[in-house]
Structures are given as structure tokens and as C-alpha cells.
């Protein structure tokens, strides 16, 4: 049960686009469609914002979307946006029936 | 409204035991399947357990596996965590998460209770 491999921290300009990667293996990124993207601010329990690889919540911003190619999963944030700065987190159902998640990336909005 | 509100934590010795509760609302608890996932401080996610809507199906983190036991009451719609042989490494904020438009995330979260383990 090894965790996702995420980049520490992002960063962009408002209005900017940044895409986070989610990197797994063939036992679970790469063998389910069954990713899904969390945002946290300081002190707040983690928000849902993508599931199942690329599916929105309702009521979450069509400027989240994602994606998956093989084993990697992204998360693309477009127009930048103060509020968007927080941690997020991908996490993948796994082969063992078990789910695992990434180590977490810091984004920062310049 | 969908609400989780977790209780039961607290400060414990290592090897002691302590007990979460997840009280939910706003939904047919008995039909949702259930888990506890656990952040330690300044650390990231870490799925802890799993539980099938009627309590069959059970899955545990190898990290607690043989030491925590999720349990569920339908009729009291309360998720359960026993927290046995409680390591410094188990000190968390514990949530409990409920699945939404999928069964395969987490779309619903409560606020989260902190077990602190220190001699």
C-alpha cells in the first residue's frame, strides 16, 4: 500500500492554468477508473472535487477537471483563483480492495 | 443535508484503547457503505477501514490491520472505530467518509476527531 506520488508544491498566477500529477501503478491508478481529487484549506476537512477520474461534483467548478493516461492521473486547475490555493490530494481504489492516497501537493497562487 | 459528526477522541497512553463514533444524518445510513480515514499532523491522507452497507464486508490499512475493528449500528446510524494497542504513530485526526455519485470516493466528510497518543 505505497502511496500515489504527487509533486510537493505547484504554484501559478491567478487566471493561470497548473496541472498536479497523481502517479500510481498497474494494481491502481492504471487498473480503475477509479480516481478521485480532494481539496483541503488549513484546518478543514478535505472537499471531493473529481471523481472517477474526471467527473465533477455538483457544484464544483468546471475549472477542475481530470484525467488519466496510464498510471498517471492529473488534475488540471484553470483561471487561477485566490480560494484555489490549499492542499490537494488523488486518491485510487486498489486492487486489494483498499484505497491509497497521494502524499499531497501544496498549491500556491502567486 | 449529509452530516457526519465524529466524537471519541482524545489523549491515550501507548497500548491503550479508545473508541470512535461517527453520527450520521441526511441520509439512509444503512444503504451507504462507510470509512474512516486519518490524517496524522501536518501529514497528508490515510485511508484507515472500510465497511459494507449491512457490516459484511470489512477492510482494513495494513498499518492497523489485527489492531483496529470498524463496526457499524444501522439502526443507530453510527459508524464505529476501536482503537486497540495505540501506537505514537496512530496520532491523527480521524474522519469518517461517506461515498456520494460514486461508490469509490469519499464525498462526504465529517469535521474530524483528534486521538493524541503520548505517554
Known amino acids: 500500500q505505497s502511496a500515489l506520488t504527487q509533486p510537493a508544491s505547484v504554484s501559478g498566477s491567478p487566471g493561470q492554468s497548473i496541472t498536479i500529477s497523481c502517479t500510481g501503478t498497474?494494481?491502481?491508478?492504471?487498473?480503475?477508473?477509479?480516481v478521485s481529487w480532494y481539496q483541503q484549506h488549513p484546518g478543514r476537512a478535505p472537499k471531493l472535487m473529481i471523481y472517477?477520474?474526471?467527473k465533477r461534483p455538483s457544484g464544483v467548478s468546471n475549472r477542475f477537471s481530470g484525467s488519466k493516461s496510464g498510471n498517471t492521473a492529473s488534475l488540471t486547475i484553470s483561471g487561477l483563483q485566490a480560494e484555489d490555493e490549499a492542499d490537494y490530494y488523488c486518491?485510487?481504489?486498489?486492487?486489494?480492495?483498499?484505497?491509497?492516497f497521494g502524499g499531497g501537493t501544496k498549491l500556491t497562487v502567486l | 443535508e449529509v452530516q457526519l459528526v465524529e466524537s471519541g477522541g482524545g489523549l491515550v497512553q501507548p497500548g491503550g484503547s479508545l473508541r470512535l463514533s461517527c453520527a450520521a444524518s441526511g441520509f439512509t445510513f444503512s444503504s451507504y457503505e462507510m470509512n474512516w480515514v486519518r490524517q496524522a499532523p501536518g501529514k497528508g491522507l490515510e485511508w484507515v477501514s472500510y465497511?459494507?452497507?449491512?457490516?459484511?464486508?470489512?477492510y482494513y490499512a495494513d498499518s492497523v490491520k489485527g489492531r483496529f475493528t470498524i463496526s457499524r449500528d444501522n439502526a443507530k446510524n453510527s459508524l464505529y472505530l476501536q482503537m486497540n494497542s495505540l501506537r505514537v504513530e496512530d496520532t491523527a485526526v480521524y474522519y469518517c467518509?461517506?461515498?456520494?455519485?460514486?461508490?469509490?470516493?469519499?464525498?462526504?466528510w465529517g469535521q474530524g476527531t483528534l486521538v493524541t497518543v503520548s505517554s
Open positions: 498497474s494494481s491502481d491508478v492504471g487498473g480503475y477508473n477509479y
Open positions: 465497511i459494507s452497507s449491512g457490516g459484511s464486508t470489512i
Open positions: 486518491s485510487s481504489y486498489t486492487s486489494s480492495s483498499t484505497w491509497v
Open positions: 467518509a461517506a461515498p456520494g455519485d460514486s461508490w469509490y470516493s469519499f464525498d462526504y
Open positions: 472517477d477520474v474526471s
